[in-house]
């Protein structure tokens, strides 16, 4: 049975993934600090022989007993609530713990994946963007410091594997969906979601035709899952091209979700990416990968989830701050 330990394991993507490397016969080694994570996402987990959860910040010192196969580094908050609530612990996940866990992987001779984001291509000037563009990110602005620790997360992990010879995979994950996600956490979906459930008027910052580009968690882990079983050390974009403005996903959750809801708009945050799509060529060609699930199909699935959800859970508040 291979051993696989799982950083951020109680957060949205990491729940998935345990999920996922369990499904396949793997003993999962859970890991997080629960600082933007909930035990709940992975609470069905606890019963089984083959899933362990250890609750530890990788920012310090990690260490594991016995032999180890692959390591999964996806502990980083994810939301721009999160990140500007805990600037510093966001910059010192993305170095000083991803360094811990490239340490742990030399000693284990396991394979490690990091999880990476599109935000490395900071506000592009290329669009759609691919893997050979560096991005246009400001290093000081507020979105910096999430921006950047991924930058140097990548720049590491390459260190690590032209150095020391270390077998590393880099994840690039465009705007993720799916259920486990925390309703109102300042990402598009579940903001628009918790609004439209409400009764509120949507949010949308700016004049609503900045672009983004929504995967369905199924899809975002089975991209995942192929690039650490491949031998490809170059970092993949996993993400749907299939773009769409602001404004227009908005009316789309109105459309979704039977509300009558107005869209208001506000001033567009400091940095904030205009345009956001993956060009997916390397994906398709090193790891046959691309989407299966259609957005309406993934929202419809989402929707029913948030809709199952408690009132409490449904009136928490979370505002953007930035």
Known sequence: MKKTLIT??????????????????HHVIGMDNLITG???NIA????????????????????????????????????PIDYLKIPIETLKVGSLGTLNLLGLAKEKGATILVAS????????????????????????????VYDEAKRFMESITMAYHRHHGLDTRIVRIFNTYGSRMRLNDGRVVPAFMGQALRGEDLTVFGDGSQTRSFTYIDDQVEGIYRLLMSNYVEPVNIGNPDETTIKE???????????????IY????????????????RAKEVLGWEPKVHRSEGLKKVFEYFKSLSTEELQKKEHRIF
């Open 117 to 144: 984001t599109s935000e490395v291509y900071g506000d592009p000037l290329v669009h759609p963007q691919n893997e050979e563009y560096f991005g246009n990110v400001s290093p000081i602005g507020p979105r910096g």
């Open 44 to 79: 069905h987990l606890f019963p089984l022989e083959n899933f362990e959860f250890h609750h530890h910040d990788v920012s310090t010192f990690v260490h594991l007993e016995g032999d180890l196969d692959y390591i999964l580094h996806f502990a980083s908050p994810a939301s």
């Open 38 to 40: 909930d035990l709940k």
């Open 8 to 25: 951020g394991a109680a957060g949205f993507l990491g729940s998935h993934l345990c999920d996922r490397f369990i499904a396949e016969g």
């Open 266 to 281: 506000k001033p567009l945050p400091q940095d904030d990416p205009l345009q956001r799509q993956p060009d997916i060529s």
């Open 249 to 263: 996903f908005a009316e789309e959750i109105i459309n979704l979700t039977g509300t009558d809801q107005k869209i």
